[in-house]
């Protein structure tokens, strides 16, 4: 907080010690998941199969991620990069000229993501993403047969696991949060973009746009550190080769995923 | 505007008679320990009540901070140096005029007295914003109440600006650089020395420091080569009044002719950014060539390339030029444009 030549008290910015709570945060999920998974979670199992005769139709590779798609992610990933280090380095003593770089990372991360809106409404199936009341049903009774009470197995998922949908949404007000008011926070330094106008708020606005700003991006170091860790696990391989190569094995695909609910184009 | 008040908020004060003792004590306290040398930039922060530190560490008793020494045909100047000695040390005056220039026209000569040479490249901005205990970009806030449109900021930056518009006021600052001088600094750890350019540093890099020195740091020498030793010097410094008062621009240059042409040169000007500014791209274009009047034109439109003046303070466009052109070729020819 700092008080404003009026008198105003306004926030400033986040307190930069939450980002070491996010840090922490998420090598205490790594833990806790690590040990969860090697000791306590049962093994995967799912109501309903896919024929034989049905299986044999489908491609040795099972399309998951169109070249546009993969294109779009990887260019997010390093424009997210970029926006933390040039971000919170500065904060931990590694001095050097941030904020262009920082700048222009989220310009970047901003175009990537206006692509993706868009690619995803008209080009994707859109509603592959969210939640539905299937991913509901069958996440209560994972919980259920978890506390070891009764209640049948879940049927195999659509396109996107639950947690990715999950993880999806967590992204999305996050990277919704630091984009728009990055967006508006362009206007406070000197960028070939827009003319500067540091009046276009009051103190208080301003002084929220800044700690929303800071709170979504370390909000950020944890999710983007658990992708991380997600994406490395044994098991979790398959999905994130298709995020490189864009296709899954079609054993995994039919272990794990339900083609009624995912359908895939027949050989 | 920040009230003086006639007594300082309560701190402990630690007056240690060793370097050694210095850097345990900030490397104690950190961030809590403010380092006191002369006073006269720390007693306006306290009596202001704008810093709080809960220590203050007074080095006016550390006698190896003090003192100029030869060293290897330079010099090393102890950080707590008064500027008067500076100014009248054979040495500095016979080599490196320079320093003694930009020494000497530093505040007043009973401020000279006290105010050392260490305390001169490590003072704070004089943003009277800052001063004042606005919450701004250098005090960790999110604005620069200097840039605005209602600003008065008759003193503020030119070059290099990023958010903060708050200019270094050192003049001895210029004249090391030039000089191509070495920051010795102690800490905990260690030493290490760190060129006088890359000591005072700009917003873009970290707004609210003006040099590198960080909590538990210490400066505690300044060694100047010989590689300038007796070259051309040339310093002036632009103020509103003769004495006691801080640049609205200075310039400091070293240069070494071979015949009419100048053969090498470092040409430094402060008072226009928040660091000292190197003008690296007017000694490359003016290497070679004779230091005439055709030479220094072309000098002070180079220097003034990419300024950026805020509304009280475009003077200082014309002002830098001509100090550049002046640098290159001497006072006899001012010219005043």
Request: hydrophobic share 45%; aromatic share 10%; with cysteine.
């Amino acid at each position: 907080m700092a008080k404003s030549p009026w008198g105003q008290d306004v926030p400033v910015h986040v307190a930069f010690y939450l980002m070491y709570v996010a840090v922490i945060a998420a090598l205490g999920f790594f833990v806790v998941h690590s040990v969860w998974h090697r000791y306590y979670a049962k093994p995967e199992e799912f109501s309903g199969s896919t024929p034989a005769r049905e299986v044999a139709k489908l491609p040795e590779q099972i399309p998951r991620h169109s070249l546009a798609a993969r294109l779009f992610h990887w260019i997010m990933a390093v424009s997210m990069f970029t926006l933390l280090f040039t971000a919170f380095l500065p904060k931990v003593g590694v001095e050097f000229d941030w904020v262009k770089y920082h700048w222009m990372a989220g310009v970047a991360l901003t175009a990537s993501v206006i692509f993706h809106i868009f690619h995803a409404s008209f080009v994707m199936d859109f509603w592959s993403i969210w939640p539905d009341k299937q991913d509901i049903h069958d996440a209560i009774n994972r919980m259920k047969r978890f506390r070891g009470e009764a209640a049948p197995p879940p049927r195999r998922f659509a396109k996107y696991p639950l947690e990715n949908k999950m993880y999806h949404m967590s992204i999305f007000v996050t990277g919704l949060a630091v984009i728009i008011t990055g967006f508006f926070m362009l206007f406070r330094i000197k960028t070939p973009l827009f003319a500067r106008n540091s009046y276009m708020f009051s103190d208080m606005t301003w002084g929220l746009t800044y700690l929303l700003h800071g709170l979504a991006g370390v909000s950020l170091i944890a999710l983007i550190m658990i992708h991380i860790y997600m994406a490395l696990r044994p098991e979790k391989l398959v999905i994130s080769k298709s995020m490189v190569f864009g296709t899954l094995d079609r054993e995994h695909f039919v272990q794990h995923h339900d083609p009624e609910r995912w359908v895939v184009e027949t050989k | 505007m920040a009230v003086i008040r006639d007594v300082m908020p309560e701190f402990e004060l630690f007056q240690p008679a060793t370097i050694d003792d210095a850097v345990g004590l900030l490397d104690k306290y950190g961030k809590n320990a403010w380092v006191m040398a002369g006073g006269l930039d720390t007693f306006d922060w306290l009596k202001d009540r704008i810093k709080r530190p809960s220590v203050v560490v007074d080095l006016s008793q550390i006698k190896e901070l003090t003192g100029v020494r030869e060293l290897d045909g330079g010099v090393e100047i102890g950080a707590m140096t008064t500027l008067t000695s500076v100014v009248n040390n054979p040495i500095i005056k016979a080599k490196f005029g320079l320093l003694a220039e930009g020494a000497e026209a530093a505040a007043s000569p009973q401020i000279r007295n006290q105010g050392t040479i260490g305390g001169n490249v490590s003072q704070d901005a004089r943003c009277w914003y800052y001063r004042s205990g606005w919450k701004c970009y250098r005090a960790g806030g999110n604005i620069c109440f200097a840039d605005t449109p209602t600003a008065i900021n008759r003193e503020h930056a030119i070059l290099d600006a990023e958010r903060c518009v708050a200019v270094s006021p050192s003049d001895s600052a210029p004249a090391l650089i030039a000089l191509d001088a070495k920051m010795v600094i102690r800490n905990k750890k260690g030493e290490r020395v760190v060129p006088a350019e890359e000591f005072f540093i700009g917003p873009k890099v970290e707004i609210t420091h003006m040099t590198v020195l960080r909590p538990g740091d210490l400066l505690v020498a300044i060694r100047i080569p010989a590689t300038w030793a007796n070259a051309h010097f040339y310093f002036e410094k632009v103020r509103d009044r003769p004495v006691w008062d801080f640049p609205l621009v200075n310039i400091a240059s070293a240069a070494k002719y071979n015949g009419d042409n100048i053969e090498s040169i470092r040409i430094v000007a402060n008072g226009v950014a928040a660091h000292p500014v190197r003008l690296v791209q007017v000694e490359a274009a003016v290497t070679g060539k004779p230091h005439n009047a055709a030479t220094a034109d072309e000098a002070g439109k180079i220097a003034v390339e990419g300024a950026v003046p805020l509304r009280h303070n475009g003077y200082k466009v014309p002002l830098l030029r001509n100090l550049v052109k002046r640098s290159i070729r001497g006072v006899e020819e001012p010219k005043w444009v």
